[in-house]
């Protein structure tokens, strides 16, 4: 295979529909069943199902669940990996937990730059620009996301919350509103449903 053919090829295998691995974890994320979602995946794993995408979402809900410890171990499993992007990813989320942002931005940018299109390397980056408060950056990543994730409700849930905090309340309610109809059980469904009235007035 050429090298200009590379990155398309990867862009595919990244960009594709979640395993049903990982359809299973998000389907239990996106309720707030946080525990559930991560054993959901150790089972499968257990069963030989071994995919970096639900390994990444266990980390996401375990993070959720307050249990911090059990998420670096979800996301050390990606750091150790041998995709570049995953590894990349994982080590970005660590550093987030640990609040070395410098480090999580870098990481997430290698993750975006090496992944060709994959919508996780972009949604870990927008969590980052996120936390750093720089919210036109993840907005900017949230909707890359949700654009290569249709089906991942927290790619729009966060892109709608970025456009929030940078006063573009218009896409804001674009992003809000795709969320609650792909999670219309989501535990933030009621946050979102107050800041969508309140912009209506």
């Not at 295979?1 to 979640?18: C, N, Q, W």
């Amino acid at each position: 295979m050429t090298k200009h053919l590379l990155v398309p090829v990867l862009a595919l295998t990244l960009a594709a529909p979640f395993t049903a691995a990982a359809q299973s974890a998000q389907q239990l994320f996106e309720k707030g069943a946080y525990a559930e979602a991560a054993q959901r995946v150790n089972t499968e794993r257990e069963a030989g199902n071994n995919d970096p995408a639900a390994t990444y979402l266990a980390g996401l809900a375990l993070e959720k669940a307050d249990r911090g410890q059990d998420a670096r171990a979800e996301y050390a499993r990606l750091s150790n990996g041998d995709n570049e992007t995953w590894k990349a990813i994982g080590q970005s989320a660590i550093g987030a937990l640990d609040n070395n942002l410098d480090e999580a931005v870098g990481e997430g940018r290698k993750a975006r730059d090496t992944s060709g299109e994959s919508g996780f390397a972009f949604y870990q980056l927008g969590l980052v620009h996120l936390k750093r408060s720089e919210f036109g950056d993840a907005a900017q990543a949230f909707d890359r996301a949700a654009e290569l994730m249709p089906q991942f409700a927290y790619a729009f849930y966060n892109a709608g919350v970025a456009h929030q905090r940078a006063k573009n309340f218009n896409r804001m309610a674009e992003q809000f509103t795709a969320f609650m109809k792909l999670a219309p059980e989501a535990p933030e469904r009621k946050q979102v449903q107050l800041a969508l009235a309140a912009l209506r007035g």
